[in-house]
């Protein structure tokens, strides 16, 4: 059993920061990639930034330059550094990780966090 337990949200003002944090616990062997992803009402769900176990990062296009992802391996621990906000950005943010768990490989997902920012 693995759990991805997320904090950090909020409600913030147009051009301020939050910063979220994803920890994992439970059953895990090795953890691969870790991300944010985001949904907003009556859209999909997107990517909004990705790291790889070596520290390699992906962004969606609409945050390069305003998000940061890091991750701790020795918590298990992803973190988006989100600044210069935009109302856009108003969404459930979810974390996901690839988890090698009971000598299989799944797709894990916390529960979201949702994130406001007024304008």
């Known amino acids: 059993q693995v759990q991805l337990v997320e904090s950090g949200g909020g409600l913030v003002q147009a051009g301020g920061s939050l910063r979220l944090s994803c920890a994992a616990s439970?059953?895990?062997?090795?953890?691969?990639?870790m991300g944010w992803y985001r949904q907003a009402p009556g859209k999909q769900r997107e990517l909004v930034a990705a790291?790889?176990?070596?520290?390699?990062?992906n962004y969606g296009d609409s945050v390069k330059g305003r998000f940061s992802i890091s991750r701790d391996n020795a918590k298990s621990t992803v973190y988006l550094e989100m600044n210069r906000l935009k109302p856009e950005d108003t969404a459930v943010y979810y974390c996901?990780?690839?988890?090698?768990?009971?000598?299989?490989?799944?797709?894990?997902w916390g529960q979201g966090t949702q994130v406001t920012v007024s304008s």
């Open positions: 790291t790889t176990r070596g520290g390699s990062t």
């Open positions: 439970g059953s895990i062997f090795i953890i691969n990639a």
């Open positions: 996901h990780a690839n988890i090698v768990s009971s000598s299989a490989l799944y797709d894990y």
